[in-house]
């Protein structure tokens, strides 16, 4: 496993994303990629490559890059499919990567990007979480258990977003996407609260004060927006709070070993509940965090933040108790005895037990069932 540039607190380097949106955000790709080569192998999940196949091309014939091949990345981020990736010849022939999709898409097309040696870029077809951005993947086993993070020395090249694209994408991929995104702020203070801090974790707790409001004040008009396809101002700011607000704050708080304050509680709860086989079948993994930003709340006592949030997610239809995870209390001690294996466990400022993490989980169904 790669690890990104170790982070003294005098000698590092820091590498932030840039990117492209709007609805012509292609015809940016020759004057972004002119220095990287001339070959380009595209990999991507089968609906976004149905969606982005055609504007890609278009895009490209304007361009001095030539397609190696298309392909399929295999389903999910597994290391399994990034190895059967590498030793296709049409991604040893190219130059560059171009990684189309949802986070699981861009995930994988990241890690054969790194250990192929190529130049990637992402093209995200959806607004559902900051994996476009960001200098790790979420990698996941063949049962679509988690298996851990795989850290990179520096985010994509850059990031590509075309709006039309992603405002005809699946609606609860968005929706789910929010719930994602609104984990970042909470969870990046909880997480660094009692950290020695330097500048680029400043930098990132800066950023992360951006992530929330935006969700907030635009999500409900976005959401409606979005199931009519209207590109408008503020589905455009959710989905920049989704994509890139959040991966910014990523890239400057996370290390593979000198600190992670990307998360906490809330995608602990995640990564333990997929130990479930029904949340990983019927559920989203922006739905699932977003129930668990609830339990990060209850844990930490930020009370008032958490009734502004379960206001919002009661008027937009998120999680505010197990039962709407199809969780039974009776499950809890077995998302609980996952807990550790999580880097997550460690990402609180006073180190957590499976006592505290299961109270937060029931007290957070408790108050959900009062709503």
Sequence with gaps: ??????????DYSLVLPAYTIGSHAYDSIGKIT???GKKVVIIGGKTALEKAKQPLLDALKKTDLTVTDILWYGGDATYENADMLIANPAVQQADLVFGVGGGRAIDCCKVVADKAGKAFFSFPTLASNCAPVTALSVMYKEDKSFAGYYYLDQPPVHTFINMDIVADSPFTLFWAGIGDAMSKEAE???ASRTADKFHTIELGRAIATICTKPLLTY??????????HNVSFELQQVA???IVSTGLVSNCVTDATEYYYNASLAHLFYNSSTVLPQVVEKHLHG????FGVLV???YDKQFELRDTIAKFYKKCGYPTKLADLDID????????AKGPEAREWTCVPEPLTAEIFKKAILDTDEYGKSL
């Design 34 to 36: 002119k220095h990287f």
């Design 287 to 290: 739905e699932v965090v977003s």
């Design 329 to 336: 209390p009776s499950e809890v001690d077995a998302i609980v």
């Design 240 to 242: 920049l709070s989704i």
């Design 188 to 190: 990046c203070f909880v």
């Design 219 to 228: 999500g409900e008009k976005a959401l409606a927006d979005f199931k009519n």
């Design 296 to 298: 990060l709340l209850t």
């Design 1 to 10: 496993m790669k690890g990104v540039f170790t982070m003294s607190r005098t």
